[in-house]
């Protein structure tokens, strides 16, 4: 018979016992920054979630008018676009936006939309002196102006003042480009509050696209981002990284209504495991293995007596990370040259922090509620003084490429994102059958999912 014990603490204040995340803030090296050390969670409630909420059709409908127009969304990378007439082709949500660098290096973002029979403007992106529709030769300039209209004598009822093309707004932080189609909410920097305080340590402006690689995914977008939003499922899915991963000892924080971020601990033990059972040299010998930012088995990292692998792995990043990059990292943390800070900025948008080589992940609905395009980044710091190289095109699987085939993203990252899609198709199937259409969260481990899907409940109660 299943264990249905009562529960023992107040809602949302059960944790996982062993070393958790304050133990290893006061054990560092270095003395880390006052927000790593605090504690943000909020209990939500411990209700369930409906599985229409990935099914419905009609829910994926009120999420395209009521909450896409309204939230900022990342669209671009600066090194994307570094070049006057540079274009970015964005697109999701049934929009299409022309991200455009402007003669005096702003951005601005117009519909990618002809005004005369409705034809998208451009499919792809890359450079162009203006924007030709290929139906007609309808023209405009870059900064939206109407350049030309052929046949102009069939044309004497249209001004060009009024064939201006349409703009979204858009705003720029940390190397990042953001659109948002409807006026008026939060400003960027309102909206992403407090992640811009927190990355001016890992300095995102810093760094460049150094991979790029996508997959069409057969599952909804908001159950995709969700398995990247809790790390305890390593103790199924990758078990290979449990000999370094402190999963279960993850901290989780929420910020407002945006933002949100988990902690999780790497060149630890997984608290799954027993401690006493390996030592701390197996410890690093599995991360240099297993963790795809590690830096690979070529490392000779040796465990001195009486010291942990965590700060043995550390000292070696510390030293290293300065040697690659250019950047002296001796106020940098042991938790920000090991761990996976892996941030979320509603709706789809998850930006890694630390000095780690940085993850980035897109989740854009591709192009229902039944599949995803699922975009991985690798963001490189550049040296000081070193040319900034244009980010690569972005490398799109087929339908049976495995993210193995990623070779630039390292075979021991592209397995772990092998696992987690392996996973997601089924996940979208039972939701689906679902005979109690219920999906029920932890109330610690999973509250960033449930912090997601409160914030979407607003828009669409504000804007639907």
Not at 45 to 58: H, I, K, N, Q, V
Not at 102 to 128: I, Y
């Given at each position: ?5 009562t ?23 270095v ?8 504690e ?6 411990s ?14 409908r009120?999420e395209l ?9 990342f ?20 929009r ?19 005004l005369h ?15 030709k529709c ?11 102006s109407?350049k ?11 001004r ?21 189609e ?12 407090p ?11 810093d ?22 939003m809790?790390?305890?499922h ?8 449990l000999p370094?991963?402190?999963d ?33 040299q ?9 963790n795809?930012?590690a ?7 040796k ?12 000292a ?13 990292h ?25 000095f ?30 070193a ?24 075979h ?18 039972g ?34």
């Amino acid at each position: 018979m299943a264990d249905d014990t009562t529960r023992a603490v107040p809602a949302g204040t059960a944790r996982c016992p062993g070393v958790g995340w304050d133990d290893l803030m006061r054990e560092d090296t270095v003395d880390p920054p006052a927000f790593m050390k605090q504690e943000a969670y909020e209990y939500m409630g411990s209700a369930p979630l409906a599985t229409e909420r990935y099914t419905s059709p009609d829910f994926f409908r009120r999420e395209l008018a009521a909450m896409w127009p309204n939230v900022w969304q990342f669209a671009a990378r600066e090194e994307e676009l570094p070049d006057p007439g540079d274009v970015v082709v964005y697109e999701n949500a049934g929009r299409s936006y022309l991200v455009t660098r402007q003669a005096d290096g702003s951005v601005r973002a117009f519909h990618n939309v002809c005004l005369h029979r409705g034809r998208k403007l451009r499919l792809d992106s890359g450079w162009s002196k203006d924007f030709k529709c290929p139906f007609h030769g309808f023209t405009w300039n870059t900064n939206g102006s109407l350049k030309e209209i052929p046949c102009r004598w069939d044309f004497g009822h249209l001004r060009d003042a009024d064939m201006q093309l349409p703009e979204a707004q858009v705003g720029r932080w940390g190397g990042y480009i953001f659109v948002k189609e409807n006026d008026g909410g939060a400003t960027l920097e309102e909206y992403l509050a407090p992640l811009p305080e927190h990355f001016m340590r890992w300095r995102h402006e810093d760094c460049v696209t150094g991979a790029w690689v996508a997959k069409v995914i057969h599952a909804n977008w908001k159950a995709t981002a969700e398995a990247f939003m809790e790390a305890w499922h390593s103790v199924v899915t990758h078990p290979q990284i449990l000999p370094f991963t402190g999963d279960a000892n993850t901290r989780y924080n929420v910020y407002g209504d945006h933002v949100n971020v988990a902690y999780t601990p790497f060149a630890v033990m997984s608290p799954h495991l027993d401690p006493a059972a390996h030592p701390q040299q197996w410890i690093i010998d599995e991360f240099l293995k297993y963790n795809g930012r590690a830096g690979g088995t070529d490392l000779d990292v040796k465990v001195p007596e009486g010291v942990s692998a965590r700060k043995a792995m550390a000292a070696m990043n510390r030293q290293r990370f300065t040697e690659m990059f250019g950047h002296d990292h001796s106020h940098a943390t042991d938790a920000e040259l090991l761990d996976a800070f892996t941030y979320n900025v509603f709706p789809n948008f998850a930006p890694w922090g630390g000095f780690m080589p940085n993850i980035v992940y897109r989740w854009r609905p591709w192009p229902d509620q039944d599949s995803t395009l699922m975009e991985v980044r690798l963001l490189m710091r550049v040296p000081p003084g070193a040319e900034r190289p244009r980010a690569p095109v972005m490398r799109l699987l087929g339908e049976d490429e495995p993210w193995t085939a990623a070779g630039e993203l390292g075979h021991a990252l592209a397995s772990v994102f092998e696992q987690d899609m392996a996973n997601l198709p089924y996940v979208q199937d039972g939701l689906k059958v679902s005979k109690n259409n219920r999906v029920q969260l932890g109330d610690y481990q999973e509250i960033r999912i449930r912090h997601f899907h409160r914030t979407l409940d607003k828009y669409l109660s504000r804007f639907g």
